[in-house]
């Protein structure tokens, strides 16, 4: 019921309680209705376009899921309403063979309004199934960058739960194609990833910048000693 319906059913209601008794049959052929608004997924969270056709992308969102057009953005569909979660914090196309996707679920802006994840999850076919790759104790992965010159190579950002002190954040690598993971990063339980870059020309170097933080209910703590470049 909207709540614009409730008002008005309130004031009815206040102006006849004291000349009769409000029945709720008066109203019962009235319909709830959506009124909006349209935009649902919340936040764009992150995106990836396939370099050699480019009108293919895909775009995670906060609490929608993952979505994919083929049309450059003129018309797109749903490709994560399957899965635990439906927030992704970081997307990763294999380029040297675009059908290979990686997906970091759990949003990585520390709002207090943010979903959580349930790990890592990759597709072989373009987005038609997924499998899970494990992390799932991160609860929100940040970046995700895979080697260009050996894609089963892949690094993952997980900045962590902000409203609890944990270990599982950091950088991960798994050099399997994510059948097993190292923690290569970890800096405190409080401190996670912000962002993760990979040298276009050297992939075996790597900059990640950690931020140590903590939510609260009624505040917010941004930056400490585990805060820095690395």
């Known amino acids: 019921m909207t709540r614009r319906l409730l008002s008005l059913l309130m004031l009815f209601a206040s102006i006849f309680v004291s000349a009769q008794d409000f029945k709720m049959d008066l109203v019962q052929d009235l319909k709830p209705r959506n009124i909006g608004p349209g935009g649902m997924s919340g936040r764009v969270t992150a995106i990836d376009v396939v370099n050699d056709n480019p009108d293919i992308m895909y775009v995670g969102t906060a609490s929608g899921g ?17 899965e635990v979660t439906a927030s992704i914090g970081a997307l990763a196309i294999q380029q040297s063979n675009p059908s290979v996707i990686w997906a970091g679920t759990g949003e990585g802006n520390p709002r207090n309004s943010l979903n959580g994840g349930y790990g890592v999850y990759k597709s072989l076919d373009g987005g038609k199934t997924w499998k899970s790759m494990g992390l799932e104790k991160t609860r929100h992965i940040h970046r995700i960058k895979i080697d260009p010159m050996n894609p089963n190579t892949v690094y993952v950002g997980a900045i962590g739960s902000p409203w609890g002190e944990h270990p599982e954040r950091g950088v991960f690598k798994t050099t399997d194609g994510g059948e097993t993971w190292e923690k290569v990063l970890f800096v405190n339980n409080k401190t996670g990833v912000a962002d993760l870059i990979m040298d276009p020309t050297n992939p075996n170097k790597l900059i990640a910048a950690m931020w140590e933080h903590k939510r609260e209910p009624w505040f917010f703590n941004s930056g400490g000693a585990g805060s820095g470049l690395y």
């Open 66 to 82: 993952l979505w994919k057009s083929t049309s450059g953005g003129v018309k797109w569909e749903p490709i994560f309403d399957k």
